[in-house]
């Protein structure tokens, strides 16, 4: 059963984007000869991966690029407005029954043989699961972003990404030192720039991820603030959409005027600095006709092992632990939400499945039905 809208090709339109993205990776580390020839050969990889998307494709199945993976829902940080811990998602303590590191390990290898490109691993904070991470080292032909809040860069995750140059470390920060520390913490920002730099010592590239809202918008985008951090090593950035969960936040959300903002500077910086990789998320969903979320051009994986939409929309019925990845992309709740109109609604901002999540919770409500009357 296809899933691609006729009258837009999301397989096609997902592949240049991993194309452009492998492509502008290659651009960023033509000065580091280890981390070139890497990407040349990922490059490689990510050709045979999109081939066979493609061929799973012309047989009516369709398999995403991308993939999100919380390995932890534990976390050091109390960052403000913080989605995972509004959803309960991420803890203080160490949690019970989350998936094993061999249980993630079978999933990197299945995501290889689908073709999957990437995985990113998020939490919680992911670097508290050394295992699982170190799993995700033996799969060479999936790049895994290791989204981190910074704090746990130690000798030996040191050692551990200088061997397994698939693992690149997204670290976390909001722009200077004052709006990183106001929502991070104090003393994070001096933690974060001294861990940069022992990573750029080390010749290890890394990225930093970027919440963007109304507040901090025109900072992180400043010639300043980017060249800081290409002179410290960051051969990418990752700009986030704040998505609020609390109606208190709503302010923060970057509106229509904002994300057209940031659109139009990411493709100026894309064209003056290629010495950075610029990346946006969720990104111009009008381009990609609409969400991508619910398998369209990824889907998310919790540290539980529960299937959902994606991390701004905790919703499962299917958990990984039961089930393939292939079988999940065809769970009910993923295949209404593809088949119906709601990844394609307008929005005010941030993220369409949390504002539409009354009828995502509807449609939950009509997937788990079912299959409790079948058990």
Known sequence: MSVVSEKFDIQEYMTHGVERVVSDAIKATL???????????????????????????????????????????????????CYSR???????????????DDEWNRIFKEADDLGIS??????????LRRDVITAAAGTPN????????????????????????????????????????????EGIYDRLISNMNRLHERGLI?????????QNIREVTT?????????????????????????????LAPGEEEREYLASEISRLRGEHPEMVYISFPGDEKSSGGCVAAGRGFFHINSHGGAEPCPFSPYSDVNIRNTSLKDAMHSPLFTALREGNILMDDHEGGCVLYEKRELVESLLKQSILPLRQGT
């Open 206 to 214: 890394f990225g930093a991820s970027v919440t963007v809202t109304t």
């Open 31 to 81: 000065k580091d000869p280890r981390e070139s020839a890497f990407m040349v050969k990922f490059a490689a990889a990510s050709r045979t991966a999109s081939k066979r998307r493609k061929k799973a494709e012309d047989k009516g199945e369709h398999i995403p690029p991308f993939l999100i993976a919380s390995i932890t829902s534990k976390c050091n940080l109390h960052c403000a407005g």
């Open 223 to 251: 010639e300043h603030f980017l060249k800081e951090l290409s002179d410290r090593g960051c051969k990418a950035v990752i700009f986030v959409e704040f998505v609020p969960v609390t109606d208190d936040s709503m302010e």
């Open 142 to 185: 999936i790049l895994f972003p290791v989204f981190t809040n910074g704090t746990f860069i130690d000798e030996k995750y040191l050692e551990l990404l200088d061997k397994s140059r698939n693992l690149i470390p997204i670290v976390s920060i909001e722009g200077e030192k004052e709006i990183t520390d106001a929502r991070r913490g």
């Open 118 to 127: 990437f995985i990113l691993l998020a939490g919680g904070e992911p670097m």
């Open 86 to 100: 509004c959803n309960h998602a991420t803890v203080d303590s160490e949690p019970v029954a989350q998936l094993t």
